[in-house]
């Protein structure tokens, strides 16, 4: 054997072991969230909501809601809100200088009336172009204010005006489930204290009948596109994430639905319109500055559906969201880049920290720079097709367990579904690695080339009409 | 074999491929057992409300067994979803015949012994709850054993079960686990809060305990049910060695709103401890409500952000008093000071009051607004000044303008324009 081949060989096993790595990885999140579904699930049977409202310990919320040029899904979130079921909370929506219609809207459902409100700016989050009353609903208010400071500034305006000590952010085409504020507070109730964030799961509300906010029919898309992303969330959600809850070192309390301590963000400075996307900043942020203040904390990420977000439904949509997300990985990451195996930030800085740089944010170098290997070694002679399937077919098996067991967890977990729609997602699971993350491989690549440019914006894909 | 050992990769995927139609197996057993799970009970419910339609309620006979047949089919388990799914069956006269029924039943004996031996502990706590719903008297009996359960998940649903029941006996072994530290106040006081208030007198027997853990949560439990006949015997606390006994003693009297204890209160507004100050802040609100303004105002100050917090939360409350300090705290340096002072004129709506106070014929109050107007743009308070001087005559604006010009050149040219644009 000539000294070429080994060579090919040793880089083989090297793209290999990168690889195999990274599926049993993701085969143990989903395993061990799977064992913390099962645990949720019974709380969540036995927990009485009744008793919990009517606890003197109830914990009253603060909904922020950022809506830029949002005229197609404000009316039916708002709605949403306002059919939530809790016993204290209150709704602030942040119109972020919106060229549509958005105000328009808000202003036919809320009857709003202009405030005269004083006062003070202690973020850099834009002008404030007008404070406005609901002259229906005593707990809305809306805030005008100028663009051009991304979501975080639309965060930080709504923060300005926050009563209460715990706030929700959500985004303006989240529809909120009735009971979602009662699935995740009595986490935070349980220990106010420590517990300063809490994601929770949100699936795609693609192909649903929705009217007046409310969601009357609950039918799943068949696009490819819609279910290989919900597909995506179950496993991140119901899989991932909880896992890493349960070790305190989530990455991300995704900007669709979390919680957070009013007064941590005030300590902080509030979110941060420097990155493409605030999420996932203000949870390395939020890890960062707890471990350094040496303060006890817990975020974590309850199982249960709290709500239903668009999805992108053609692949330019996917691409244009997917790279945006890429893009902030990459700049959170680099940032933040001395919590890196750093033992200080424990399990986060020991295990997501390096899983976040080896796979979400070099990832697509190794997964770009392996099919090129695999077509050179091919044309040299040096991998057949023969071989070349055996290890693609190990990878396809082992990443379609993953959501195979994310899938089981789901169906324990909600328990009515449909059946077709599982089966569906059965099948999607094991194509998944073939007609979805070429996608999203394609948006990765975009997403790098844009941070390496500079480029910061936060951008989003036309949304469509609701039918 | 290869340097690629292609042989037995094909190999491993074949088990993988068996691995992966095991799964694809096993949920598709899940979907289905639940399904037809649900279907069952969904029958059986079905059938029960029809045939209760039947029956009066107060006809034993026709609820026996052999005229009534189907609740022999309601088990344990569908009588709990019943109970958890409220969707179903409420009338409490029906659960009762059900649960009358239940408790003849070879089923309920079945449910003990898992309770108390049961070896899957998830199965055990199912059991433990169902009897809270079922069996209340025996539910307790188990239950004063498995709160003191090395296991915590056994504990938690444990006080699950102690919250259904409900009554003064589960109010008692509540009370042997927070004297045992078997698990936290906090945790038992939420649970007690939805308790009914005759079970005060459970938690009041400790008030004069020496643990001062027990004294602590016996006198914040008691006051959360709002009992006063206690008064007396727990503001003899009021002094207490410990800071958490005081502060409770402290949340008590405010809750219960005693007013001729109030100047106990008050003398706590000035403890070392940062949580018996904040406490007493709240009680002296709920007790003397705006009047006590004066006493709160200096606790702005305080070196705990949470007592200055509820200071402030206080001072929003009642903006109309607390408008003198606000005009104060505009001119602090500190900006959490100067902030505070911005949301109590914000809360009060004061804007409102000074342009009409500008245009008014009383030199005094004139003065006194223009005083205001001026301290409030040069502090950088940001004032929404365009709606209220569009819904004014143009007389009113041009004063107003005029005004504000006086102040602040800039601002007033700004409103200007605005103005005249509005009215092209």
């Not at chain 1, 507070?185 to 409310?214: Q, R, S």
């Not at chain 1, 040299?380 to 089981?408: C, D, E, P, Q, R």
């Not at chain 2, 006269?93 to 039943?105: D, F, P, V, Y």
């Not at chain 2, 219960?256 to 008050?266: G, Y």
Request: a positive charge; one cysteine or more; hydrophobic letters at 45%.
């Amino acid at each position: 054997m000539d000294i070429g081949n080994i060579i090919f060989a040793v880089v083989f096993y090297i793209f290999l072991g990168y690889f195999l790595v990274q599926a049993i990885y993701s085969i143990i999140l989903v395993l061990m969230g799977f064992v913390q579904v099962r645990r949720r699930r019974f709380e969540y049977v036995h927990e009485n909501y009744d008793t919990f409202a009517r606890s003197f310990f109830i914990v009253p919320v603060t909904i922020i809601v950022p809506a830029h040029n949002e005229e197609v899904w404000i009316k039916q979130s708002l709605l949403s809100l306002l059919n939530v079921k809790y016993p204290m909370f209150e709704v602030i929506i942040v119109n972020d200088g919106s060229t549509d219609t958005t105000m328009d809207v808000l202003d036919s459902i809320l009857q709003l009336r202009r405030m005269n409100r004083v006062f003070t700016n202690r973020f850099d989050c834009g002008k404030i172009n007008g404070i406005f009353a609901s002259g229906k609903y005593d707990n809305v208010t809306v805030i005008d204010k100028e663009s051009g400071y991304h979501k975080a500034g639309a965060l930080d305006a709504g923060l300005i005006f926050a009563k209460y000590q715990y706030i929700l952010v959500i985004d303006a085409d989240t529809i909120l489930e009735p009971d979602a504020l009662f699935k995740v507070m009595p986490y935070i109730d349980k220990n106010p204290d420590e517990n300063i964030g809490i994601g929770a799961y949100f699936g795609l509300v693609n192909g649903f009948k929705i009217e007046d906010g409310k969601i009357l029919e609950k039918r799943h898309s068949y696009n490819p596109i819609i279910a290989c992303q919900n597909l995506e969330y179950i496993r991140n959600f119901i899989g991932a994430r909880l896992t890493w809850s349960r070790y305190n070192a989530i990455p991300c309390v995704s900007g669709g639905f979390g919680v957070w301590r009013r007064n941590m963000l005030l300590e902080m400075g509030g979110f941060s319109s420097a990155f493409s996307c605030e999420d996932i900043e203000i949870t390395f942020r939020a890890h960062s500055y707890m471990n350094k203040e040496g303060k006890p904390y817990r975020i974590m990420t309850v199982p249960f559906c709290v709500g239903w977000t668009e999805g992108p439904a053609n692949i330019s949509s996917l691409i244009i969201q997917r790279k945006r997300w890429h893009r902030v990985v990459i700049e959170v990451v680099t940032y933040y880049r001395e919590m890196f195996f750093n033992k200080k930030y424990k399990v986060f800085g020991l295990v997501t920290m390096p899983y976040m740089v080896l796979y979400e944010m070099c990832g697509v170098l190794f997964e770009l720079s392996s099919l090129v290997f695999v077509v050179i070694g091919y044309f040299l002679g040096v991998l057949s097709i023969k071989i070349f399937l055996a290890y693609f077919l190990l990878m396809i098996i082992l990443n379609s367990l993953t959501g195979l067991v994310a899938i089981i967890s789901y169906v324990i977990l909600e328990r009515s579904f449909s059946i077709p729609y599982i089966l569906y997602l059965i099948v999607l699971s094991i194509l998944d690695m073939i007609i979805y993350r070429p996608f999203l491989l394609i948006a990765k690549v975009k997403g790098s080339i844009e941070f390496f440019k500079g480029y910061r914006a936060g951008e989003q894909y036309k949304r469509p009409k609701i039918t | 074999m290869g340097i690629y050992f292609e042989g037995l990769i094909w190999k491993i995927d074949l088990y993988l491929l068996g691995l992966e139609g095991f799964v694809i197996f096993v949920i598709l057993g899940v979907i289905f057992s639940y399904k037809i799970k649900r279907s069952y009970i969904n029958r059986q419910i079905d059938n029960l409300r029809k045939k209760v339609g039947t029956c009066s309620l107060d006809d034993e006979a026709c609820f026996a067994a052999e005229s009534l047949p189907v609740l022999k089919n309601i088990g344990i388990e569908i009588f709990v979803n019943m109970l958890q799914n409220k969707g179903n069956i409420q009338d409490k006269a029906i659960l009762a015949k059900i649960r009358q029924n239940l408790l003849k039943t070879k089923e309920i004996a079945e449910v003990e012994k898992i309770a108390v031996r049961g070896r899957n502990k998830w199965k055990r706590i199912e059991a433990i709850l169902a009897l809270s719903y079922i069996n209340p008297s025996y539910a307790l009996k188990v239950v004063s054993q498995t709160i003191y359960d090395k296991d915590e998940d056994i504990v938690s649903f444990s006080l699950e079960a102690l919250r259904n029941i409900r009554t003064n006996e589960s109010a008692q072994i509540i009370l042997e686990g927070i004297k045992k530290h078997i698990y936290s106040g906090y945790k038992a006081a939420s649970i007690v809060s939805v308790f009914p208030c005759s079970v005060a007198e459970v938690f009041a027997k400790e008030i004069d305990s020496e643990d001062e853990n027990l004294r602590f949560w016996c006198i914040r439990i008691i006051a959360h049910l709002k009992a006063s006949q206690y008064s007396s015997q727990v503001a003899n606390h009021i002094n207490d060695i410990s800071a958490n006994v005081r502060s409770s003693v402290c949340e008590y009297l405010g809750l219960i709103k005693a007013n001729d204890l109030a100047e106990m209160v008050l003398e706590k507004l000035s403890d070392n401890i940062w949580f018996v100050r904040l406490r007493a802040l709240q009680s002296i609100e709920q007790i003397m409500a705006g009047d006590c303004i004066d006493n709160v105002a200096p606790l702005i100050r305080d070196k705990s952000w949470a007592v200055v917090e509820t200071a402030k939360q206080i001072m929003v409350k009642y903006p109309m008093k607390s408008i003198r300090y606000a005009k104060e705290y505009l001119f602090d340096i500190d900006t959490n000071i100067h902030k505070i002072g911005v949301e109590i004129i914000d809360a009060s709506r004061y804007t409102d009051k000074m342009l009409e106070g500008i245009l008014s014929s009383d030199d005094k109050e004139r003065e006194e607004s223009v005083e205001m107007l001026r301290i409030m743009l040069k502090t950088g308070v940001e004032i929404e000044l365009e709606p209220a001087l569009r819904e004014s005559s143009e007389h009113a604006r041009n004063l107003l303008i005029k005004i504000i010009g006086t102040v602040d050149g800039k601002k007033a040219k700004q409103l200007q324009d605005i103005m005249e644009k509005r009215k092209r």
